[in-house]
Structure formats: structure tokens, C-alpha cells
């Protein structure tokens, strides 16, 4: 049980500039809770935006998440499994009474039902599509025959769709007639007679036109379509390359199924970004707060193991200058340094290279010089490092030519390890491998190996 607070607060609004939930408010929340005080946890959750309460659940242990679910009842909205995380959905969806769950997702637009129900299990899934009606069940349907991350999966049913020879007055008065609007919409999509859309208007432009207008005199320039089998990451990269704010989707015929809008292909970009990122420091996209501790495991192992096997190699090439070592061990002292730096200066061209390929900016027309680029940088910032280290050597150990080698090794390493960093991503981008996935581990072991060789090789040779 939690502890009764001094007073029940009510729900305030996150600081502007942390947009997180306040931790009274989440206090007063989990009292409700305790209490079993339903109108309490009603009028505070009320004031709350979907995604802040997604926000909660996921904070929270399962044990409250629980009760909260089962408190909150049937004022659990579609919107807030829509803002779930999708390692939390499942679990949620088991707790949530079944007419409660058939209520929330009826109001759902398709996109979002397409998007809860798609990785859920069979049972889950039947019961999310047995609450829709016949209509929204067929088109949620036909959106999951799409390939995973495919636009047709990322777009929604629901269109405003007017043929092509329309004019302004005859599509305000179609939308003021039509029942079935969808909630948002940013364009009114034009269609030739075989349901082709051949552009779109803008609401804005519609409705600053003279009635007479005809549709096709005011369409927007930045038109284009998507057709349902393209992957999502394309598309989110286009909506911002573009600034579109929405695109129609066809099929293989080039008939209208659907349109994508703004928000969606932002959501995939915003997932594309952290995907790299994780995938960069070696966890899994799949990863959150609120996993278990053995599915954590299970995710990480793998890439703990290579790490492993890429400090074995490391340690073979130390192996190899025992002797040279064992004549003067402040090499022992000095060596990480070296390895240190190269490998922090790979992981920054590494980032850079990853996050240029993501966003298309680096391309075979430019590689060469980007490659170049970093390769000058690494020269640089060695030769600056190598005068600061050949000093720190020289008063530390008292000997030149100690300074000297840990000097010529810092600027190879720093050298090879801003080729690495470009060159690895760009070269398992070409072959088809994820960069973000695979880079880490290999830009790492090349700096390790070549610090090492050429700091205890130089030593070898210049102070024996």
C-alpha cells in the first residue's frame, strides 16, 4: 500500500518546460488506487492527455498498473493503447474487461487499430477485431495483408476523396453532407474516374476560394503518392525531405486505399532515430524500462559476447609484444590511452556516418570526400593529442623516446580510426547489413588492434 499523502492533490499540468507528470499527481494517482477510490483516480486522470497516462502505466510497476486498469474501467480510452508501449499493450489488453476494450478501439481510425493489433497475439487480435464493425474490420484487414513497416500498414482508411472536375462549392457541401469524416484530415484528395488521385487541395486553400473555383486550379505542388508495399522508412524520409503533410496511398493499379498523414511518418522517423541509436550501443530496439530483468538479459547477451570475442583479439595482438612489455611496463600504463582515444574518435565518426546514411546524405557521389574529411580530422586532432601525450610521457616517465612512440601511435589510431568510421558503415550499408547494428563491433576491434600494434610495435622497435 502506498502511504496516504498530507492531502489528495489535484492533476496539474507538466511544467512547460519538462512536459513530464508531476510526482504529486502520480502520488495522488496511486492513492486512489490504494483507497479504491474510483471517482478520485476519474476526476484526476481526467485533465491528463492520452500519451501522459501511457506515460504512467509505464512508470509504474505492474502490480499498480494492474489496479489502476482495473479501477479506471471503463473510462479507458482507445487513445491510450494507442500511445503504449508496445511491450506493455499485451498486458494491458489482458487486464482491460472486454467491453471496455471493444468501446475503446471502436474509436480508434484504422491506422491506430492497425498499428495496436498487428504484433499481438491470435487470441488478442480476435478479440480487437471481433469489436469493430464489419466495415472497419475489413479495411483493418486488408491493411495487415500489407508487408510489416510498409506504408500500407502506416496508413489509414479513412479519406476525403472528390473527382477531379469538381469545383469548390460542390466539395464543401459533399463534406457538410458526409457523415463519416474523418477526425483529422489536411487535404481533399482528386481522383480521376478509374479512383486514381491525380492531386490534392489544401483545406486552407479550399476554403479561401471563390465557390466556382475548380478544384484542379488550386491543388498543391508538393503532390505525390505512395504505393502500399513501400517500406515506411522511405516514406517518413520523404514526408521530410519533402515537408509533405499528407500522401495518398495507391495500390498496384494506382487506386487511392488510403492516405498517410503527418503525424505517422513522423512517429516512424522518431522510431527510426531511436532504433539507431540502440542499435549503436549494441541493446535491442525492442528494449524499455519496463522489460523484465531476464528478457533484458536474453537482449544484451548477444552483443556482450561479441564484445568479448573482439577483446580476445585485441588481447592476442598484446600477446604478441610480451617481451617488449615485460622491458619497460609503463607501456602497461600507456596502452589504454592510446586504444581509448581511437576508439572514442571512431564511435564519433561512426555516429556521423550511421546518421548521414540514414537520412541519405551520404551517398557514393560524396563518400569519398566525407572519407577524407575524417581522415583530416583524425590527422589533425592526432597530431594535437600526440603533442600533448609525447609531453605527459616524456615528464611522466622520463624518457624521449617514450613520448615519441606514444606520440607516432596516437595520430595512426586517430587516423585509421576516422577512416574506419566511415568506411565500415558505408561498406555494410552496400552489402545490405544494418550499419547501426553491426559498425559498433567492428570499428572497435580495428581501433584496439591498430592501437595496440602500432603503439607496442613502434615501442619495439625504437626502444629495444
Known amino acids: 500500500m502506498n502511504e496516504e ?12 518546460d519538462s512536459y513530464t507528470l508531476d510526482r504529486r499527481t502520480i502520488t495522488a494517482i496511486l492513492y486512489a488506487v490504494d483507497t479504491e477510490n474510483r471517482e478520485q483516480l476519474v476526476e484526476l486522470m481526467e485533465p491528463l492527455h492520452a500519451a501522459d497516462i501511457a506515460d504512467l502505466l509505464e512508470q509504474i510497476n505492474a502490480y499498480d498498473r494492474g489496479r489502476l486498469v482495473r479501477l479506471y474501467d471503463k473510462e479507458f480510452d482507445g487513445d491510450i493503447l494507442s500511445e503504449l508501449d508496445e511491450s506493455l499493450r499485451q498486458e494491458i489488453i489482458a487486464i482491460l474487461n472486454p467491453d471496455v476494450l471493444a468501446d475503446a478501439v471502436r474509436d480508434l481510425d484504422s491506422d491506430d487499430v492497425v498499428d495496436l493489433v498487428e504484433y499481438l497475439e491470435g487470441p488478442q487480435q480476435e478479440a480487437i477485431l471481433g469489436a469493430l464493425e464489419d466495415s472497419d474490420r475489413v479495411a483493418v484487414q486488408q491493411a495487415l495483408s500489407y508487408p510489416e513497416e510498409s506504408a500500407g500498414r502506416l496508413m489509414q482508411r479513412e479519406v476525403v476523396a472528390v473527382p477531379e472536375f469538381w469545383n469548390v462549392g460542390q466539395a464543401i457541401d459533399y463534406m457538410r453532407e458526409r457523415e463519416d469524416l474523418p477526425d483529422q484530415f489536411y487535404h481533399v484528395i482528386l481522383t480521376d474516374p478509374r479512383f486514381k488521385p491525380v492531386g490534392h487541395v489544401t483545406l486552407g486553400s479550399l ?5 466556382r473555383t ?7 505542388p508538393s503532390f505525390r503518392t505512395f504505393n502500399g508495399a513501400v517500406d515506411e522508412g522511405d516514406v517518413a524520409y520523404a514526408f521530410n525531405q519533402y515537408h509533405l503533410i499528407s500522401a495518398p496511398v495507391v495500390d498496384d493499379d494506382e487506386r487511392l486505399v488510403g492516405v498517410i498523414t503527418i503525424d505517422d ?3 516512424v522517423l522518431d522510431q527510426e532515430h531511436d532504433e539507431d541509436m540502440l542499435r549503436l550501443a549494441g541493446v535491442s530496439e525492442e528494449s524499455t524500462l519496463s522489460d523484465r530483468v531476464i528478457d533484458t538479459t536474453r537482449r544484451r547477451f548477444p552483443w556482450l559476447a561479441v564484445n568479448l570475442v573482439t577483446a580476445i583479439l585485441a588481447s592476442l595482438v598484446i600477446a604478441q609484444f610480451e617481451e617488449t612489455i615485460a622491458q619497460f611496463v609503463a607501456l602497461a600504463v600507456l596502452m589504454p590511452i592510446v586504444a581509448s582515444m581511437g576508439g572514442n574518435a571512431g564511435t564519433q565518426s561512426l555516429t556521423v556516418a550511421v546518421r548521414s546514411i540514414a537520412t541519405k546524405d551520404l551517398t557514393g557521389a560524396n563518400v569519398w570526400r566525407v572519407i577524407g574529411r575524417e581522415c583530416a580530422v583524425g590527422l589533425v586532432n592526432g597530431v594535437i593529442f600526440a603533442v ?21 601511435a596516437m595520430v595512426i589510431n586517430l587516423v585509421i580510426a576516422g577512416f574506419a568510421g566511415t568506411v565500415i558503415p558505408v561498406a555494410l550499408d552496400r552489402i545490405g547489413v544494418d550499419p547501426a547494428l553491426a559498425s559498433g563491433a567492428f570499428v572497435t576491434t580495428v581501433t584496439d588492434i591498430v592501437g595496440f600494434f602500432a603503439f607496442l610495435g613502434l615501442a619495439g622497435v625504437m626502444l629495444l
Do not use: H, K, Q, Y
Open 265 to 267: 511518418a513522423m512517429i
Open 207 to 211: 476554403m479561401a476560394s471563390p465557390r
Open 388 to 408: 600533448v601525450m609525447g609531453i605527459v610521457g616524456l615528464i611522466w616517465f622520463g624518457t624521449p623516446m617514450l613520448g615519441v612512440v606514444i606520440a607516432a
Open 5 to 16: 499523502p498530507e492531502e489528495v492533490l489535484e492533476a496539474e499540468r507538466p511544467e512547460e
Open 214 to 220: 475548380r478544384l484542379n486550379e488550386i491543388t498543391e
